[in-house]
């Protein structure tokens, strides 16, 4: 993981006029007022500035003008970024408040913040990163392949769902929105506005059946995690493969297996989804096939061995195309996928769980999207 930093300097000679009056008379003509007007400030380097008052020549009243870095806050824009950068490493609001207390001591500066300022300029800079790459996004910026995934953490003892969506190829984060719940109509209201913002044309997400539903409703290509999927399959081909070695299912009628057939063709399940060979929709449907006439369970029965083949080789055949996009597309510039839905995962993994962790959980809802918006 690497940080790009950049901290603002105070510069004591530099103001910065404003374009019209703050009181909101649209005048456009001040006059210097007064000069000296010291202000003492939290600042690493700079202890005390001296302001500017100027007065409008519209409606009369006077403003202070500030060097470049300082504003009517008492800390200055560089202190209230390092307090977000200490944030943003995982000190806590208390942690990054002792953090700075420690810091005025070593270097006998005036940079002491309470824990209430230091979650203000968190706040504040998040929301103001929300409205900047708004903005970004709404300049026609172009992105072909979005990574979205859904994910659970705990405010106050109540789990929530939180939705991120990062530029699959970059991984940069795009949005971070707090979701009703993981039902397939509020993904789409959630994915459909960003979809066309950027004018995505794939999504890469993990195997969940709302995130299918919601790409096909949206005209997007899909490509599904092969590491979810790959996984999860060789689970259940090991849970098959140990209940057909020792207690098989009755074989039903209309299914031409058996039991030592049904381990060979698992180990074909593993190969296929392992390997992905270019004839891997032929040789799932052909399992299929194989296995179609098993009939489902009964209300209080469990699944036999052989429905359970039935399912997981017509699960594999259906979503082949998804499962393999990432060896047919290329962009316009050469990229490609690599299959995965890492991006997203990284993006909640780096940003939000692990901030999860280090709190023991978050206290306001709105909290797990400025850990995501500031990056």
Not at 13 to 41: D, I, N, S, T, W
Not at 84 to 99: H, Q, T
Not at 239 to 245: D, E, F, P, V
Not at 311 to 332: E, I, K, P
């Amino acid at each position: 993981m690497r940080l790009k930093v950049r901290i603002p300097n105070v510069e004591p000679g530099l103001y910065e006029m404003p374009a019209e009056c703050p009181y909101g008379c649209y005048g456009k003509a001040f006059k210097e007022h007064q000069e000296g007007c010291p202000k003492g400030l939290r600042d690493p380097q700079h202890e005390q500035v001296e302001a500017k008052r100027y007065r409008c020549l519209r409606c009369g009243r006077t403003f202070r003008v500030y060097p470049k870095g300082v504003s009517r806050a008492q800390q200055s824009d560089a202190l209230k970024a390092f307090s977000v950068l200490l944030y943003l490493l995982g000190l806590s609001y208390g942690a990054v408040s002792d953090a700075l207390q420690a810091l005025q001591a070593l270097l006998n500066k005036p940079l002491s913040l309470g824990k209430s300022t230091v979650y203000r300029n968190v706040q504040t800079l998040g929301q103001r990163v929300r409205r900047l790459r708004r903005a970004w996004l709404r300049k026609g910026q172009r992105i072909r392949v979005i990574g979205a995934d859904v994910t659970k953490v705990k405010c106050k003892g109540e789990e929530i769902a939180v939705g991120v969506v990062v530029d699959d190829l970059t991984g940069i984060e795009l949005t971070v929105d707090l979701l009703e719940d993981e039902t397939a109509e509020s993904q789409l209201a959630w994915l459909q506005e960003i979809a066309q913002l950027v004018g995505a044309e794939v999504l890469v997400s993990d195997d969940a059946d709302a995130l299918k539903t919601v790409a096909d409703k949206l005209g997007l290509a899909h490509q599904v995690c092969r590491a979810h999927v790959t996984r999860n399959v060789l689970d259940l081909v090991a849970g098959l493969s140990t209940q057909a070695l020792g207690a098989p299912d009755p074989l039903p009628q209309g299914v031409g297996s058996s039991p030592e057939q049904l381990l060979s063709d698992l180990e074909e399940v593993q190969w296929i989804i392992e390997g992905h060979p270019h004839d891997g929709q032929e040789r799932l449907e052909g399992l299929y096939q194989r296995y179609c006439a098993a009939p489902a369970p009964r209300e209080g029965e469990k699944a036999t061995l052989w429905y359970r083949m039935r399912l997981l080789t017509l699960h594999l055949w259906d979503n082949w195309s998804r499962l393999t996009l990432y060896q047919r597309w290329q962009g316009s510039e050469g990229e490609r996928l690599d299959g995965t839905n890492n991006a997203s995962e990284r993006a909640i993994g780096w940003w939000l769980k692990e901030r999860y962790r280090l709190m023991r959980g978050y206290k306001r809802p709105e909290s797990n999207e400025m850990s995501l918006r500031i990056i």
